[in-house]
């Protein structure tokens, strides 16, 4: 689950229905730059090669920039949180803790970077409207400007008028796909540092991330 829930993407160039997507990422812009929020997600991740399938659900709180704090709830509680320079992944039933540094991870909008820091999409990823108009919410479709393995794609569905984002998907090299809806979402006045940093609980296993 972890390389799924580490995973983000995006594709294409503007063209034609671009001008609508245009309006779409700066409404995403107006709401969520420079914000704290929190919201309940579902996950799918479907791994290609093995044809596996993969449902979580928890609670996420993005704030600028670049921190995040995933807390998994289903299929078992797990906590994926950064500073936007540290990352700890937490397994409470393991008593592990995987640390390591956030940018392999969570760098060129990967890993949902793009939610605590939305001046990264334009600066990471080229994009085009895919949805007809008049569907909604709207659907913009995302490449990033140096493709890795881990981030071929990236496709996000907003509402054009608010800019309120409803779910994205990625796709890595292999094929493996991620999809998470949001629901739920409320805005904060401020998140304390605290909400970001990790504290290894007594009795837990710390490695480095990377580690064989």
């Not at 996950?43 to 290609?48: D, F, M, T």
């Not at 592990?96 to 909008?109: I, M, N, Q, R, S």
């Amino acid at each position: 689950m972890l390389r799924s829930v580490l995973v983000l993407l995006l594709l294409f160039t503007f063209t034609g229905p671009a001008l609508a997507g245009e309006k779409t990422v700066q409404a995403m812009e107006a709401r969520y730059q420079g914000l704290c929020f929190s919201a309940r997600f579902h996950q799918i991740s479907v791994l290609s090669a093995m044809n596996i399938s993969e449902k979580a659900e928890g609670r996420v709180i993005f704030a600028h920039p670049g921190r995040m704090r995933w807390e998994y709830e289903t299929p078992e509680p797990r906590l994926i949180l950064t500073d936007g320079t540290t990352l700890w992944i937490h397994s409470p039933l393991e008593k592990e803790v995987l640390t390591g540094a956030a940018e392999p991870y969570f760098g060129k909008g990967k890993g949902g970077r793009f939610l605590s820091d939305m001046s990264s999409l334009r600066e990471d990823f080229t994009y085009t409207r895919i949805s007809e108009p008049g569907i909604r919410p709207v659907r913009i479709r995302f490449l990033p400007n140096n493709p890795e393995p881990g981030l071929t794609e990236l496709f996000i569905e907003a509402e054009e008028s608010t800019g309120l984002i409803t779910g994205i998907e990625t796709v890595n090299a292999y094929g493996d796909v991620t999809r998470i809806r949001f629901f739920g979402e409320e805005h904060h006045t401020g998140c304390k540092e605290a909400m970001f940093h990790f504290v290894i609980p007594e009795g837990n296993r710390q490695f480095e991330l990377g580690e064989p």
